[in-house]
């Protein structure tokens, strides 16, 4: 693997800040990451932010196929000849925004969910894994790089301050566990921060499921939307449309005090929650 300094001054190319870039510069680091990956050779793989392929070369050896995804259409061209000097035959790579990727019809071509993978970029992570979740059933499961901020939001527990909505979202559909830490030094140029690498397994059948997922995201969203308010003023206060007294009397039928704040809920109390709009035809029909 030729360092990304190496072969960026080749190209006389620069990593553009505007979308996060951050190259691995570790080939030891990639194979890592792949071997704890558990690719095998029957898997297709989407790999966010192809970037130099770093990760892209190893899962290509491991996997059947890789459909590698980047905006940037100078770093696209360098990778291609970076295929074609290791021999790789099997990736298809696709510049886009992974945001506008169909990634349904994708699958459909692949003939098999695929592994989604990537060092995500720090400004757009959380609209990737919302758009994940939401995507779930056409997907087999994902390894993301991330960073340690984002990483503690995604696997804190309830009643500290990195728990919010997207902790509730993915912790709803899945189990997440630290597959490896990788440091800062580790990527060109050096990012302010470490980074660790999480396995998001979505589950195939919820122990608390929402009568209406989509409604459940909206309630998660509001009750978050001004965290540092109770929910019941949280929710009134919200795109839901409730007054204050159809709040409370909803928290209190879900058995949630009224004076509670959303980070001290659990999965499973925000479910409840949800599910009593569902009860409750006049109070959900207010959302508009």
Same mark, same amino acid.
């Given at each position: 693997?030729?360092?990304?300094?190496?072969?960026?001054?080749?190209?006389?190319?620069?990593?553009?800040?505007?979308?996060?870039?951050?190259?691995?510069?570790?080939?030891?680091?990639?194979?890592?990451?792949?071997?704890?990956?558990?690719?095998?050779?029957?898997?297709?793989?989407?790999?966010?932010?192809?970037?130099?392929?770093?990760?892209? #070369?190893?899962?290509?050896?491991?996997?059947?196929?890789?459909?590698?995804?980047?905006?940037?259409?100078?770093?696209?061209?360098?990778?291609?000849?970076?295929?074609?000097?290791?021999?790789?035959?099997?990736?298809?790579?696709?510049?886009?925004?992974?945001?506008?990727?169909?990634?349904?019809?994708?699958?459909?071509?692949?003939?098999?969910?695929?592994?989604? #993978?990537?060092?995500?970029?720090?400004?757009?992570?959380?609209?990737?894994?919302?758009?994940? #979740?939401?995507?779930?059933?056409?997907?087999? /499961?994902? #390894?993301? =790089?991330?960073?340690?901020?984002?990483?503690?939001?995604?696997?804190?527990?309830?009643?500290?301050?990195?728990?919010?909505?997207?902790?509730?979202?993915?912790?709803?559909?899945?189990?997440?566990?630290?597959?490896?830490?990788?440091?800062?030094?580790?990527?060109?140029?050096?990012?302010?921060?470490?980074?660790?690498?999480?396995?998001?397994?979505?589950?195939?059948? =919820?122990?608390?499921?929402?009568?209406?997922?989509?409604?459940?995201?909206?309630?998660?969203?509001?009750?978050?939307?001004? /965290?540092?308010?109770?929910?019941?003023?949280?929710?009134?206060?919200?795109?839901?449309?409730?007054?204050?007294?159809?709040?409370? /009397?909803?928290?209190?039928?879900?058995?949630?005090?009224?004076?509670?704040?959303?980070?001290?809920?659990?999965?499973?109390?925000?479910?409840?929650?949800?599910?009593?709009?569902?009860?409750?035809?006049?109070?959900?029909?207010?959302?508009?």
């Amino acid at each position: 693997m030729t360092s990304p300094r190496t072969l960026l001054s080749a190209w006389n190319l620069h990593p553009k800040k505007q979308l996060g870039q951050h190259f691995l510069s570790d080939p030891s680091t990639a194979e890592m990451i792949t071997a704890r990956s558990g690719i095998v050779s029957e898997d297709i793989v989407l790999e966010i932010g192809a970037g130099l392929g770093a990760l892209t #070369i190893p899962l290509a050896h491991a996997a059947k196929k890789v459909y590698a995804v980047d905006t940037d259409s100078q770093i696209i061209e360098l990778l291609k000849t970076e295929l074609v000097a290791n021999s790789i035959s099997n990736v298809v790579l696709i510049k886009e925004n992974i945001l506008k990727v169909n990634i349904e019809r994708l699958a459909k071509e692949a003939g098999r969910r695929p592994i989604v #993978i990537g060092n995500l970029p720090y400004n757009i992570s959380s609209q990737i894994l919302v758009q994940l #979740i939401k995507s779930r059933s056409i997907v087999s /499961r994902a #390894i993301f =790089m991330l960073q340690k901020e984002l990483s503690r939001r995604i696997t804190a527990k309830p009643c500290c301050r990195d728990y919010g909505r997207l902790t509730v979202m993915l912790q709803y559909c899945a189990d997440i566990k630290k597959i490896a830490d990788i440091k800062a030094h580790q990527f060109f140029p050096k990012p302010k921060v470490d980074s660790e690498v999480l396995e998001i397994n979505f589950k195939t059948a =919820m122990k608390y499921p929402a009568r209406d997922e989509a409604f459940f995201f909206k309630v998660i969203k509001a009750a978050f939307g001004q /965290r540092r308010k109770t929910l019941r003023n949280a929710l009134a206060g919200s795109e839901l449309h409730l007054d204050t007294s159809t709040a409370q /009397r909803v928290l209190e039928n879900a058995g949630i005090e009224p004076s509670r704040r959303a980070e001290t809920l659990t999965v499973s109390e925000f479910v409840d929650l949800s599910n009593v709009f569902e009860m409750q035809p006049f109070e959900k029909n207010q959302t508009g």
